[in-house]
């Protein structure tokens, strides 16, 4: 994960709600074109919502925002803006944005790295993931 220079950002995607995803993959996007290098670690349900597939079905909102999920819904479709994923793998495009899936939580529900999305880079220990984030620029728990 350490690509050697404090010009990261590291973000703790720990929220498997909408809303969430979105700020995560808007921020990511924002680093990556400010010249950071991205590293995004999914545990919990952050990283439940990165099984293959899941991604295009889920609807969840923060339960504090919950009435407002079917007009954020709309205002997206009207504007067609593009789901967090889209805007993950567009952030992947325009720099480095590593996405790394917490071994602990993967174990917990027995999964493997086939199970996740492709954009899902490598699997790391909570240890392996403080030791790049200690070294962040900036470093967000969502």
């Known amino acids: 994960m350490d690509n050697g220079t404090a010009d990261r950002m590291a973000i703790i995607l720990f929220s498997g709600t909408v809303d969430k995803l979105n700020a995560a993959a808007t921020i990511a996007t924002g680093g990556v074109a400010m010249g950071l290098d991205v590293t995004l670690f999914l545990t919990n349900w952050g990283l439940m919502a990165f099984r293959k597939g899941d991604w295009q079905t889920n609807t969840k909102i923060s339960a504090e925002f919950q009435e407002y999920g079917p007009a954020m819904q709309e205002a997206m ?14 952030a992947k495009e325009l720099g480095t944005v590593n996405v790394v899936a917490c071994g602990q939580t993967m174990d917990l529900f027995g999964m493997e790295l ?19 984030a200690q070294e962040a620029k900036i470093t967000l728990f969502i």
Do not use: R, Y
């Open 114 to 132: 086939g199970d996740l999305e492709e954009i899902v880079d490598d699997i790391a220990g909570v240890v392996g993931f403080i030791g790049d």
């Open 77 to 90: 479709a009207a504007k067609n803006a593009p789901s967090w994923m889209d805007t993950l793998v567009q």
